[in-house]
């Protein structure tokens, strides 16, 4: 074979299995061909069949088994999540800030204190809104293993499993995952779709386990992942631990909150299918592999039967969000 031949031959494989890096430069660009957008809470470009938007990606770690622990709520010795990440405290019917210094934290870790020795409930003046850990069906927070909490996310593995159950849930450390705004209270479901996402991606079809491709420019890595959590009604940019420890190429998982917050990507790109779940086939058969090779024949077919004209595609769609919409803001 021609030496020319087997650098093209070595360089599609890579591609095809997204484990080499490739920049927008090495391609010439297709047509994006994506005509609507909307912006809620950030730009998307959209067409009926795939979502499209360049954003930071912070890390979500929910799902995880060690993701949050009672004792431990700064992250540094069980658990690799901040615990406000997964609750907020109100004092006055305000919400008190979580200093990521413990040394100036005291008034809300003063706070937690007096509601975890409550069993979870606010003192007179406090509310308090628990949305990142499980409770049982009486209401009491779950825990297990001498204060570990159970992660949740909103798409769940096994619906037979008691919520008090972490294998019930999607794990953040096994699983590619991204995740969009969930739906408010104050918002209507929109009929026929996913009422627990947020109503402009639900309008158009996306629903928890859709799949997605989600590339990143400084690696030129780009993985397969499925919507396995919502998160903040304002905030459109997060992923799974194990989608962006993927995206970095990286094999070592974080050991407390400081590192897990430091692995956040300043710039993805990110297509989502939806409808897409039903590619996937039974929850008891869902797999991380499963998850990346049905994304990635997804992408396939966004991109002509091509995965090559899958990335022109996208590195097209990136040129006309950065010239349409508004610039991302950088990632925590």
Not at 97 to 121: Q, S
Request: some cysteine; hydrophobic content about 40%; overall charge positive.
């Amino acid at each position: 074979m021609a030496i020319g031949t087997l650098k093209s031959f070595l360089r599609i494989a890579a591609i095809l299995i997204g484990s080499v890096g490739y920049s927008a430069q090495s391609y010439a660009q297709l047509a994006c061909a994506l005509p609507r957008a909307f912006n809620d809470p950030h730009a998307v470009i959209h067409d009926d069949r795939s979502l499209f938007w360049v954003r930071p990606l912070q890390v979500d770690a929910d799902g995880a088994p060690n993701a949050y622990h009672r004792d431990d709520p700064h992250g540094k010795r069980h658990a690799i999540e901040y615990i406000f990440n997964g609750m907020t405290i109100y004092r006055s019917g305000v919400a008190m800030p979580f200093e990521l210094d413990e040394r100036n934290n005291k008034d809300w870790l003063t706070a937690y204190r007096k509601i975890v020795a409550n069993g979870w409930k606010a003192p007179a003046g406090y509310s308090v809104d628990i949305y990142g850990f499980a409770r049982d069906n009486r209401g009491m927070v779950c825990l297990r293993d001498g204060g570990r909490l159970i992660s949740t996310t909103s798409l769940v593995l096994d619906f037979d499993l008691p919520d008090c159950n972490q294998k019930k849930y999607i794990d953040a450390l096994k699983f590619p995952g991204f995740v969009v705004p969930n739906r408010t209270g104050d918002e209507r479901p929109v009929p026929n779709a996913d009422d627990q996402v947020a109503p402009p991606f639900a309008e158009r079809g996306l629903s928890r386990g859709d799949l997605g491709i989600v590339y990143n420019p400084e690696t030129g890595l780009w993985k397969g992942a499925f919507l396995y959590d919502t998160g903040p009604r304002h905030l459109l940019g997060e992923g799974s631990l194990r989608l962006v420890m993927n995206l970095r190429g990286l094999q070592q998982a974080p050991r407390n909150a400081v590192e897990t917050n430091s692995l956040g990507i300043v710039e993805t790109f990110s297509v989502s299918f939806p409808g897409s779940v039903a590619d996937l086939g039974p929850r008891a058969t869902w797999t991380p592999q499963k998850v990346e090779q049905a994304a990635a024949e997804r992408f396939k077919a966004w991109g002509g039967g091509s995965i090559t004209n899958a990335l022109q595609r996208m590195f097209a769609c990136a040129q006309q969000y950065k010239r349409d919409h508004s610039t991302v803001s950088p990632a925590r």
